[in-house]
């Protein structure tokens, strides 16, 4: 079950530019990016089948599955190509203090 809310996903310091992480917000299992010292969350599962985002390749502002290799925008969760059609839902995130905060509606 998913609750709304706000949750701290983890330590700005420890996600490097370039990297990805998953972490657990309320249940949603999200996946939280650093972009250049910019984060963004996006739900966590491929839109497309079982396979987690946050452990594909990330480049510039694109994730690509590494399952069947769709590319997802980090900022909006639109799937960019197939075989994903869907996009994946995109979560608020802040940076406060150093803890990433994650709102889930
Ligand atoms: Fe992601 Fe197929 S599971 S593209």
């Known amino acids: 079950m998913i609750s709304s809310g706000r949750y701290d996903v983890g330590l700005a310091a420890s996600l490097a530019s ?28 491929c839109s497309h089948a079982e396979a987690s985002l946050s452990e594909g390749d990330v480049d510039g502002f694109c994730v690509m599955c590494p399952l069947h290799g769709s590319e997802f925008d980090v900022r909006t969760g639109e799937a960019m190509n197939m075989p994903a059609t869907s996009p994946v839902e995109s979560f608020h995130i802040e940076n406060e203090d150093g803890n990433l905060i994650v709102t889930i509606p």
């Not at 370039?18 to 599962?45: H, K, L, Q, W």
Request: no cysteine; glycine share 14%.
């Open 18 to 45: 370039g990297e990805a992480m998953a972490s657990n917000a309320g249940g949603e299992v999200v996946a939280v990016f650093n972009v250049d010292g910019s984060f963004y969350a996006i739900s966590d599962t």
